[in-house]
């Protein structure tokens, strides 16, 4: 018969046994060779898949907050370095995200704040709410900003730092070095005395104290160091050293290029904080001191409105307000350093 296999027998101690043949399938006839165990496995994690079981492997799909503070954080760009910098530990991700809790949570409280504020004095419930939500998403995506923004700020703040006192440092270190002092110990008694530039040179003092030659210790405070000015001068005291030049004549040639630009940037402050106090002079003294003397004597002749104490008082706020602003304004600008 047609597909029909004949039974095999053997004789064992004068008795016949018949031979069972091997079962055999069309399924199995794929399932031969090498790659037979991938596609099991293959198969079995689609099935375990498709029935929620992976065997611990979870294909959930991230949720919508968790792609926005993803896509949050790769917009900041150097945060990583500064999270490093000031010693921030956990990841980036992690750090925007308690910066998004906190936001918030300020928010939330001072919108819920103003909402009550508002209804209690007698505004109608609907316009305390929309106000109060309105300031709260204000003041939720200032502070998140802010919050972002502190640690390159915090960066920033520590380079003026070192900037203000670096050429002191420099000059020192020539000094020194002309003295006939090696470099190391130059830099050793530098380290101390002239405030957060003396903190980067005890960086390199460490690094060599700890077995490391000074070159590669100037490298690696120069690669994790905010100040531009203290990055230039080291760097050309490690090129010096590395070719055999004259480290002397290098640092002093950066030291003359710095001056040069700080030269520049006081003109250049000084041409700001002319047109700054003009400004100042006219909205800050003039227009107030005239303007309310002006309305005050309008007022008596044509009642346009009345002057009293609380228009007196508004007015008083917006001068100190202004008077914040300007002076900010000012302290902002003007240079950090020293010359």
Known sequence: ??????????EVDGKTIELQPKPKSFANIFARGPSAAPQKAAHGLMAASEAGQGGGIDFKKPTKIKLYIENLAAKQKGLEVALIDNGVKGSVYDFVRRMLIASAMLGGA?????????????????TSVLVGVALGFAVFYTGLQN??????????????????DILFASRDLIISLRSGMPLFNAVTSISTGYG????EFAKIVQKVQLGAPLTNAIDEVIATSRSDAFKRLMLQASVSIKSG???????????DELMIERT?????YGQKLNAVAMFYMLFGIIFPSMGVAVITILTTFIAIFTIDYTTLAVTLVGLVFLQVVFLELIRSSRPSFTM
Do not use: C, H, N, Y
């Open 147 to 164: 919050f972002l923004k502190f640690p390159l700020q915090k960066g920033k703040k520590s380079a003026k730092l070192i900037d203000r």
């Open 196 to 199: 957060e530039a003396s903190k």
């Open 110 to 126: 001072i919108g819920v704040s103003l909402a009550l504020i508002f209804f209690k004095m007698g505004l109608p419930t609907l």
């Open 245 to 255: 030049a004259d480290v002397v004549e290098a640092l002093k040639s950066v030291i």
């Open 264 to 268: 520049i940037g006081l003109r250049r």
């Open 1 to 10: 018969m047609l597909w029909k296999r004949e039974k095999k027998t053997i």
